[in-house]
């Protein structure tokens, strides 16, 4: 129940194209999802994140789209630059009591140029 | 700058060894968390402080050790018990915002020889 679900482990998208990234969770307390973005030698930083209120957020060329019903929330880059490339983590918390987040795997990204 | 200062970057052990891996931050952040980083595993959780004196064991805890005798620092020691302890460590630390971003260090990359 604690898990959160990311696929896919990795993705090759042509510049100019469309990155979409999904994950999964099960555990309905959660309420707060966010997305980090993590360049090779580096800690993740915080991209994008997004309450349940709503089904969408976006900023910039970062949208995420969330389906509470199915658990279900995912990250799309939209014309996606080489700058992107990068490891893309999905995570979910509570945001009562503690802030101990759940991770997802991760999806290696590669933008050709 | 306000941020999180993880060090050694890099570091290199013999079997047997204990070694510590630094973390100061100087955002005046309560919250500070440790993470492990393996290839397709994601980010797992190794220990977590919410306040100064007190931590509790994430994930994986065992074959590790912290302590938290100040604010803006949370060091972490990777015992000789730790069976697989090569991996990147990251260190992090929370807002008390609702949301609880959480802003990492740049890493320690530990490698057992």
């Known amino acids: 129940q604690q898990q959160v679900k990311q696929s896919p482990q990795s993705l090759i998208v042509q510049k100019g194209g469309i990155s979409i990234i999904n994950c999964a969770y099960e555990?309905?307390?959660?309420?707060?999802f966010p997305w980090y973005q993590q360049f090779p030698g580096k800690g993740p930083a915080l991209l994008i994140a997004?309450?349940?209120?709503?089904s969408e957020k976006k900023e910039g060329r970062f949208t995420i789209s969330f389906n509470k019903s199915a658990k279900q929330f995912s990250l799309h880059i939209m014309d996606s630059q080489p700058g992107d490339s990068a490891t893309y983590f999905c995570?979910?918390?509570?945001?009562?009591?503690?802030?101990?987040?759940?991770f997802g795997t991760g999806t290696r990204l590669k933008v050709l140029a | 700058d306000g941020g999180i200062t993880q060090s050694p970057k890099y570091l290199f052990r013999k079997e047997g060894q204990n070694v510590t891996l630094s973390c100061e931050q100087n955002l005046n952040h309560d919250a500070m968390y440790w993470y492990r980083q393996d290839p397709g595993q994601g980010l797992r959780l190794i220990y977590y402080s919410q306040i100064v004196n007190d931590f509790q064991k994430g994930d994986i805890a065992e074959g590790y050790s912290v302590s938290r005798e100040k604010k803006e620092s949370f060091p972490l020691t990777v015992t000789s018990a730790q069976k697989n302890p090569t991996a990147f460590y990251l260190c992090a630390s929370q807002t008390g915002t609702v949301t609880g971003e959480l802003f990492f260090g740049e890493g320690s990359r530990l490698t057992v020889l």
């Open positions: 997004i309450r349940p209120d709503v």
């Open positions: 995570a979910a918390s509570t945001t009562s009591g503690t802030y101990k987040y759940i």
């Open positions: 555990n309905t307390a959660f309420d707060y």
